[in-house]
């Protein structure tokens, strides 16, 4: 029972250019979703995150975008950079959860000077 | 450094064979977490500690698996009898401090099984 869903494996971009990474989720008791980034021989590094009382959260580069009635979320990054090059995870947990996270399968987001 | 430490990094075993893995949480971070991840896949919640308590095991965690955070400080996980399919990076996270619902886990660099 996947209830983060990350449906693109890959995504590859041209330097300067926007990235985004979509993530879907199925558990409507979620109300707290963050993005994780990771490169390889690292453990996963938090980047952003948003609460279901908003649509969006921006800081720098990043934003998460967060439709509740779609159940859908997703991260923009403008402009993009090679060390954006990464593993991108999306995880979300609930108030009650214990702050465990359940996470995504991750999208590997390759940009390209 | 004063991030989440997990060691060894890496372990190549022989199946049927114990192995212990052991996390140095922040030292101000009360909960500590297990997490396995496979090949492109994201990270499947283990286990989680608060202080010495273990609060909650996933049925991930099969009889094999133990772990142990004694004094609230570091903690152990134990695989024993290893099979092949264990082989996984086995990553620790423990909690930022926030507000309710705006936890953020820090985790480690892994520790990452072979099972030959």
């Known amino acids: 029972d996947q209830q983060v869903k990350q449906n693109s494996p890959s995504l590859s971009v041209q330097e300067g250019r926007i990235s985004i990474l979509n993530c879907d989720y199925t558990?409507?008791?979620?109300?707290?979703f963050l993005w994780y980034k990771k490169y390889p021989a690292e453990g996963p590094t938090f980047l952003i995150s948003?609460?279901?009382?908003?649509d969006k959260n921006e800081d720098g580069r990043f934003t998460v975008f967060l439709n509740k009635s779609a159940k859908h979320l997703s991260l923009h990054i403008v402009p993009s950079q090679p060390g954006d090059s990464a593993v991108y995870f999306c995880a979300a947990n609930w108030g009650t959860s214990g702050s465990r996270l359940t996470f995504g399968e991750g999208t590997q987001l390759t940009v390209n000077p | 450094d004063t991030g989440v430490s997990q060691n060894p990094r890496h372990k190549i075993t022989k199946r049927g064979q114990n192995v212990t893995f052991r996390c140095d949480p922040i030292s101000e971070h009360n909960r500590l977490y297990w997490y396995r991840q496979t090949l492109g896949q994201g990270p499947e919640f283990l286990t989680y500690f608060q202080n010495e308590a273990q609060l909650e095991k996933s049925r991930l965690l099969s009889d094999r698996f133990s772990a142990e955070r004694p004094k609230g400080s570091f903690s152990t996980l134990e695989i024993q009898r290893t099979e092949q399919g264990d082989s996984a990076m086995y990553l620790c996270?423990?909690?930022?401090?926030?507000?309710?619902?705006?936890?953020?886990?820090?985790f480690g660099a892994g520790s990452r099984l072979t099972v030959l």
């Open positions: 558990n409507s008791m979620f109300d707290y």
């Open positions: 996270a423990s909690l930022t401090p926030g507000d309710p619902g705006a936890n953020v886990l820090t």
């Open positions: 948003i609460s279901s009382i908003k």
